[in-house]
């Protein structure tokens, strides 16, 4: 064999191997940079995926989306008539006026910052949903429909667990939702959920002493570190007294809300 051949088959397999190498290197370099994706994407939602209620939780640019259908994972009066009757749960309490309206599985889209900053301009909260509790079930503010009066007697309307449909069957909570509180992996002192601006709603202690509204600023929360967030976030606070989870509007710029 002509050794010239030879040392020109040598370098040919030479420069194969540094190619295979090559694509080696860079294909582990791409799955390392898409591992690293992953893991940065799961620490980001973490602390949305205590949202258990959710069907959907995912990463939209700078926002969460979080898809739900609503439906409360507690028994109620209002099942009855619904396609879930055996989750019916009567209410006892004789101050009970229960309204017409029944239960329905409402397919909800919500996107909130994931990076939550106080806004310039505080808007107001709408009627409907103003945010989403763990367990999937919309907030909405301390005002009735059709004209923002106050929940003077609707709230009678409340069942067991302080929540209740309105007329399309979306079942809601305007105060705080109990069956979240009551639950020892979450507790009174516990985040509950989120409102639309991103920024998250805790439970009525805080310290093992009852938060009042005297505690909280005019969008009825305040500033400092939370089990949830040891670098500290603003939050919002469930109170027993009017308005209940949110003072005057949001603290943040809202996401939205869709169905």
Not at 8 to 28: F, G, H, M, Y
């Amino acid at each position: 064999m002509d050794p010239t051949s030879q040392t020109d088959t040598d370098s040919e397999e030479e420069a194969s191997d540094a190619d295979d190498s090559e694509t080696e290197e860079e294909t582990d370099s791409d799955t390392d940079e898409d591992t690293d994706s992953e893991i940065d994407t799961d620490d980001e939602l973490a602390v949305y995926r205590k949202i258990y209620g959710a069907t959907d939780i995912y990463k939209d640019g700078d926002y969460v989306v979080i898809e739900m259908e609503g439906i409360p994972d507690h028994g109620s009066p209002y099942y009855d008539g619904s396609e879930w009757q055996d989750r019916y749960e009567e209410n006892d309490e004789r101050s009970f006026n229960q309204n017409p309206n029944v239960i329905q599985s409402v397919d909800r889209t919500v996107r909130i910052p994931l990076y939550p900053t106080e806004a310039t301009d505080h808007q107001a909260t709408a009627l409907g949903t103003m945010g989403v509790a763990l367990n999937g079930v919309a907030f909405f503010n301390q005002y009735a429909g059709p004209n923002n009066q106050p929940l003077t007697n609707e709230i009678y309307s409340f069942d067991q667990y302080n929540g209740h449909p309105q007329s399309s069957g979306v079942y809601h909570y305007h105060l705080e939702p109990n069956y979240l509180t009551e639950q020892e992996s979450i507790g009174q002192d516990g985040l509950l959920g989120f409102l639309l601006d991103g920024f998250p709603v805790y439970g009525p202690m805080e310290n093992n002493v009852a938060v009042t509204n005297d505690d909280l600023d005019d969008y009825h929360g305040h500033s400092h570190e939370t089990e949830d967030y040891p670098d500290g976030i603003y939050h919002y606070h469930i109170t027993a007294e009017d308005p209940y989870i949110n003072g005057n509007g949001y603290y943040g710029t809202p996401g939205t809300s869709t169905q």
